[in-house]
Every structure is written in C-alpha cells, then in structure tokens.
C-alpha cells in the first residue's frame, strides 16, 4: 500500500513513552514535579551521574511486548510508536554508538525495540518510532543550551546542569557522534518501519534536518517522516501536542498525538484520566477531519500499563 494512503486510513494509533523516568515517576528527593513525567531529569536538574545510575536498576520484569501491541490492536489501533531513545539519551535499542542502553547498562539486558518490532509483525500493526534528534542530556554537546525559552516555563532544552561552555564544541560533535549513528541503526535494524517520530526541532540547523531526512529515504524509502525534524524536512505535521484542530485537512496529512491522562511519561500522581467515552469523542472529532489521533500510554517501571489506562483502552473495545 502506498505510504501516505495507509496513513490517511490509519486513523488511529498508540504512542509509548518509557524509559528510566519511568521509575521516578515525577517524583525526586520527596519532591512532585507538577509537569510531563519524561522531562524529570531537566525539571530536578539531576546530575547524568545520579540519573544513569539509574540504569542500575532498570528491570521491567512485567513488560511483555505481545501484551502492549495487543492491547493497542483489541483498542482499534492500527500503528504503534515507541521512544526508542527520549532527551535523557537513554535507547530502548542495543546501540553500538552508545553502551547507555536497555541492552548494555542495564540487569534487563533485553532490546526492547527488537521485542515490540517482533509483536507489531505477529499483531499486524505498522511500528514507527521516536527518536529524539536534537536533545541528548547525556551528550555534552545535545542541542537546546541556546535556546532562550524554557519547556513549560521551568525546564531547560539542554543539559546545563552538567554542561557548561567550556565542555561543549557544537551540536555536529552529538550529531556524528551518536544522532547519526543511531538513527542508523533504527532504520536497519527493526524491519519495516512505517514512519520516524523526530521531536523538538528547536535550534537544529537546516543541514542536520535534511541529512537525517534523506538518511530515512535512504534506508527506508516508504516511511514517513513528521514534521519535528524540522527545516520543512518531512512528510507530514504533527500537532501541536493535545491539540485538537477544527480545521478540515483535505489532502494533507496531519496526526494528533495526544495524552490519557496528563503526561506522557508514567507519573502516578496524574490521575486525571479520559474515559472511553471522552477519546471515542476526541478520535471522532479528529478523524472526520483527516486527522490522525495518536494517543500515548506511559507504562510504569515495572512494564506495566496503568490500570485505568487498560479500562479506558478496554472500553474502546465495547463501544
């Protein structure tokens, strides 16, 4: 099927963010963030010493990759996309341009990217996949340190807690060091993908936004690229996050990603969730519109969905 017809007819899809913010959960040093869950690390300035030993204990000993694609497919979900690696750094993916990964720095020591490819091919979903191409915590050189505005009022883009001028050469040391690389590797290791989920170009330059462009071209010429990457390089918008357009897409293609509750990242104090009913109204709204709705679930530390997220997705179901 054509690339951009299947994504016109997709309608909707499920959205995974998980990795070592997962297991604090929002919550540091008996402080709440009162903020999206992923982005702790910049919200409490924790120190890439503090925050990677944090792989020490990363063993999600109830994630099973059938459970999640299933549970998206059983909710009429036809395509799934997971971070393969957020702003921490941290890759969902064995890596060899970086140890700092659910394979090499962790007890799991399982390619968590590899398992979910696998149940998308046995379930029948199309598997895209974020990767975060301009922000890298974990790289002293990772965008976002000139960036004036903060995230949310109070988060800073690049990792200035741990970085200062004298530690940073320029963005293209990250870029060929790791982005590169990385990007590399998702592309020609995990079979068809349906498109790559690029996030917050902010000050990425033109030149570094076509590369990766034409590196997806290259690779896998049928997957679509969003508009995050940046410089107009992409195949396709995505929204503003949880933004819900009026607007009637025609022949444009446009996604919607969008939260269950409010953040994206597991934090257990957001129990502001949407009922069934609430998303068959969202999705409806969109998809009359040409909209995709991408909707994310963030699993806990353990692997395990929320339960009032598996009542929402279950109630998909019976509607």
Not at 17 to 22: I, T, V
Not at 78 to 88: E, M, R
Not at 237 to 255: C, H, K, Q, R, V
Not at 275 to 301: C, F, M, Q, W
Request: with cysteine; net charge negative; aromatic share 14%.
């Amino acid at each position: 099927m054509d690339n951009k017809k299947w994504f016109k007819e997709a309608k909707f899809g499920m959205m995974i963010h998980f990795g070592l913010y997962s297991i604090l959960g929002g919550e540091y040093k008996g402080k709440y963030m009162d903020q999206i869950g992923e982005w702790a690390q910049s919200y409490f300035r924790i120190p890439n010493k503090e925050y990677h030993a944090l792989a020490k204990v990363f063993n999600p000993i109830y994630f099973d990759a059938n459970e999640w694609v299933k549970t998206a497919k059983d909710a009429g979900m036809n395509y799934f996309v997971v971070t393969a690696k957020h702003h921490d750094g941290f890759a969902l993916f064995k890596s060899e341009a970086s140890s700092f990964n659910s394979v090499d720095a962790t007890p799991f020591g399982r390619d968590i990217i590899g398992e979910i490819a696998e149940s998308c091919a046995k379930y029948g979903l199309k598997l895209g996949l974020y990767y975060s191409q301009t922000q890298d915590w974990a790289h002293p050189d990772g965008c976002g340190f000139s960036y004036t505005p903060l995230n949310v009022g109070n988060m800073n883009w690049g990792n200035n807690w741990d970085y200062t001028e004298s530690d940073r050469v320029g963005y293209y040391r990250c870029f060929e060091e790791k982005i590169r690389p990385q990007v590399k590797e998702i592309l020609t290791n995990y079979g068809d993908l349906c498109l790559i989920w690029f996030d917050n170009p902010i000050e990425i330059e033109e030149k570094y936004s076509v590369e990766l462009y034409n590196m997806v071209k290259k690779y896998q010429p049928n997957c679509l690229i969003n508009s995050r990457l940046g410089n107009g390089a992409c195949d396709y918008t995505s929204a503003e996050d949880n933004e819900i357009p009026d607007d009637y897409m025609g022949d444009m293609l446009y996604e919607t990603p969008a939260t269950l509750n409010d953040t994206w990242g597991f934090k257990p104090t957001d129990q502001n969730w949407k009922s069934a009913e609430e998303i068959l109204t969202i999705k409806s709204h969109l998809n009359e519109r040409g909209i995709n709705y991408l909707l994310n679930v963030g699993p806990d530390h353990l692997g395990r969905f929320p339960a009032k997220a598996i009542e929402t997705l279950s109630g998909l179901n019976s509607k």
